[in-house]
């Protein structure tokens, strides 16, 4: 899977040592945080484990934290044109829940 390059380098910079990912400066200090303190798994292993499921390219990526538990927020473009998105579990890399979209 290629990451889409032109979308920022905060959160990936911090978490992954591929192309770029777009991210707010909020969740790159906060992914940055919670990854140094081992309670994240870094967004490589977590894009690893998605592109062994699914089929697309990553083209946004947030990461979350709510009540304490860590999300990373995935969209991906399929090669069909649809656009999915995938709620990922920050600490074990599960697909928490899929969300998808037709063409446009």
């Given at each position: 899977?290629?990451?889409?390059?032109?979308?920022?380098?905060?959160?990936?910079?911090?978490l992954?040592?591929?192309?770029?990912?777009?991210?707010?400066?909020?969740?790159?200090?906060?992914?940055?945080?919670?990854?140094?303190?081992?309670?994240?798994?870094?967004?490589?292993?977590?894009?690893?484990?998605?592109?062994?499921?699914?089929?697309?390219?990553?083209?946004?990526?947030?990461?979350?934290?709510?009540?304490?538990?860590?999300?990373y927020?995935?969209?991906?473009?399929?090669?069909?044109?649809?656009?999915?998105?995938?709620?990922?579990?920050?600490?074990?890399?599960?697909?928490?829940?899929?969300?998808?979209?037709?063409?446009d």
């Amino acid at each position: 899977m290629r990451l889409l390059a032109g979308f920022g380098v905060a959160l990936a910079c911090t978490l992954w040592s591929g192309p770029a990912v777009q991210a707010h400066d909020h969740d790159h200090e906060r992914a940055r945080q919670a990854l140094q303190q081992g309670k994240v798994l870094p967004l490589r292993t977590v894009l690893d484990q998605v592109e062994r499921s699914q089929k697309g390219q990553v083209i946004k990526i947030e990461f979350e934290e709510d009540d304490g538990h860590f999300i990373y927020k995935l969209r991906l473009l399929h090669p069909n044109g649809e656009v999915s998105k995938l709620k990922v579990d920050a600490v074990d890399g599960r697909v928490l829940g899929i969300r998808r979209r037709g063409r446009d």
